[in-house]
């Protein structure tokens, strides 16, 4: 596509339940990469692919976040049993191998009440 | 210490002035530095990336990078209203590699009339 696309562009989920946040990246862009914003905060980086694999997970808070890339292309972030704390805008970005800058998604707003 | 510190603001400047942004880090062997900006509820847009010691200019920004005092900078020339957002410092520990960028909380800037 033309940008990278993120689904949805907002999420209200209670306490305690599953989410799956949709990335699909700049058609031929190969490392993709999950964020995660607070209000008043810089993007925090949770995970990285390159290709299929998880180049670098250190990120993810804790083992209630996963996410997935299973044909190189789109990436689905997976939070179990979320709390408050998870509130924040989720921002998606990919770039193509060999460049630094990225190109973000513009995001989604997930809420847990 | 935090990986990448900037002054949150906000950094209040007239219409047709200079405005100069400022960032330090803190992991000496940072090997590229970017400038997004930010509007308010929109998502991190890429407006200059830095290798090398010295200045880079592409239009109306100049981005300054100075290794050996941890220290990047990024100026506006001729200040507009539409201007007015929150500018991201963010360092990147590889060059020319896809990796993860840490990035600073941001200082807001208001161009005023």
């Known amino acids: 596509g033309a940008g990278v696309s993120q689904t949805p562009s907002n999420k209200v989920t209670e306490k305690g339940k599953y989410v799956e946040l949709r990335c699909d990246p700049i058609?031929?862009?190969?490392?993709l990469y999950w964020y995660r914003q607070s209000l008043g905060q810089g993007p925090e980086f949770l995970i990285y692919f390159q290709g299929t694999g998880a180049a670098d997970d250190s990120g993810l808070p804790n083992d209630r976040f996963f996410a997935v890339r299973p044909e190189g292309s789109v990436s689905t972030l997976k939070i179990q049993r979320t709390e408050r704390g998870d509130s924040a805008v989720y921002l998606c970005?990919?770039?193509?191998?060999?460049?630094?800058?990225?190109?973000f998604g513009s995001g989604t707003r997930l809420t847990v009440v | 210490q935090k990986e990448v510190e900037q002054n949150s603001g906000p950094l209040s400047v007239p219409e047709g002035a200079i405005a100069s942004l400022n960032c330090t880090y803190s992991?000496?062997?940072?090997?590229?530095f970017f400038w997004y900006r930010q509007y308010s509820g929109k998502s991190p847009e890429l407006i200059m990336s830095?290798?090398?010691?010295g200045d880079k200019e592409d239009g109306r920004f100049t981005a300054q990078l100075n290794k050996a005092s941890q220290y990047v900078s990024l100026l506006i020339r001729d200040s507009q209203p539409s201007d007015s957002a929150t500018y991201l410092c963010a360092v990147n520990r590889r060059s020319g590699t896809a990796s993860k960028l840490t990035f600073g909380t941001g200082t807001r800037l208001q161009v005023t009339l």
């Open positions: 992991d000496r062997v940072s090997q590229s």
């Open positions: 830095i290798y090398s010691n």
């Open positions: 058609s031929g862009h190969t490392a």
């Open positions: 970005a990919s770039s193509l191998t060999g460049t630094g800058g990225y190109t």
